[in-house]
């Protein structure tokens, strides 16, 4: 699933960049043509605080959805998945009429963590990741003949995952494999897909003829229902509450186009 949805958001990234490049006569007013870039997006989101993973709650509220108590991780080890996500992608935007202007973007990032358990000779690894594919809508006002102030928002979906895995550290028989009850090799994933929307506003400075720099700040809002996550792709598993996944966005974009 998540191949159809990544593949759908670098389809309409490339449509609109051919849309923007294609053999129009555009007026010679800066804020008309279009560009694509490369695009990273820092989302000011705390994983251990948004998803519903929780090691040592014990109301009913922050149950331990992932059995991460098992698995031997404590707040500390939470911690070090850290306060933001970076989310490295691609964009792309084109006019369409007037001072309007469309666009497309996708982007994939996670954090992870280890831990490793000397006396099971086990490693366990646990890793959040963030996608999303957006299409883009923007008013544009243009402040110099090499400088604009735009405002808009991105809208589409997005799809968190988050993944553990138990493996042993030891070399393993392939005979004995096979043969095994009770192997400490575990692995899940845990997904689901929400709509989100990010307004924004946006700089954009072209210091080149064919090539610029666009910075933008927004506030990104989603949520994920408890009902909404599943297990390995194919099995529904209900999360303790509404997961909320609203952040503080900056994105950096380096674009060339017209």
Known sequence: ???????????????????????????????????????????????????????????????????????GFDDDDLDALGSMMVLHGAEGFGNITGNWRIGAYVGLGGNSITRSDTLTDTSVDLKVTLMTGNASIEYVMP?????????????????????????????????????????????????????????????????LDRAGLRMSAGYQVGSLAANKWTLNDFQTIIAPSETMLNALAIRIMLYIGI
């Open 1 to 71: 699933m998540h191949r159809l949805f990544y593949g759908l958001g670098l389809a309409l990234l490339m449509a609109t960049a051919g849309y923007s490049q294609g053999d129009i006569s555009y007026p010679t007013e800066e804020l008309f043509g279009g560009g694509i870039g490369y695009s990273p997006t820092f989302l000011l989101l705390s994983p251990a605080e948004i998803f519903p993973f929780n090691t040592s709650g014990t109301d009913a509220a922050n149950t331990d959805l992932l059995g991460l108590a098992g698995l």
């Open 143 to 207: 402040l110099f003949s090499n400088l604009e102030l735009s405002a808009g928002s991105l809208l589409g979906f997005s799809r968190a995952i988050i993944q553990f895995t138990r493996v042993e550290s030891a070399p393993i028989i392939w005979e004995e494999q096979f043969n095994k009850t009770d192997s400490l090799n575990t692995s899940a994933a845990l997904s689901g897909t929400f709509f989100s929307f990010q307004p924004y506003i946006a700089v954009k400075l072209q210091f």
